[in-house]
């Protein structure tokens, strides 16, 4: 699948050490814990209102152009 997509074995292992960073950082920072839930959570929220506007602007398509 990666040779498919375009993923080479170097791109997955540096993504495995990002990744790596991150949780070992995240593990010994309580206070940077607490600021990556927060921006997690307005992420999670910003995607949330930008899936409602999506549905509002399609059901007010969808009203204008019935048949």
Excluded: M, P
């Excluded at 997509?5 to 920072?29: H, K, M, P």
């Excluded at 839930?37 to 995607?47: A, D, G, H, T, V």
């Amino acid at each position: 699948l990666c040779g498919q997509s375009g993923i080479s074995e170097t791109t997955l292992e540096n993504s495995a050490s990002y990744i790596q960073n991150w949780l070992e950082r995240l593990q010994n920072d309580e206070a940077l814990i607490v600021v990556t839930r927060r921006i997690l959570l307005y992420i999670s929220i910003q995607n949330v209102l930008f899936v409602c506007f999506l549905k509002s602007r399609f059901v007010s398509f969808e009203l204008q152009h019935r048949d």
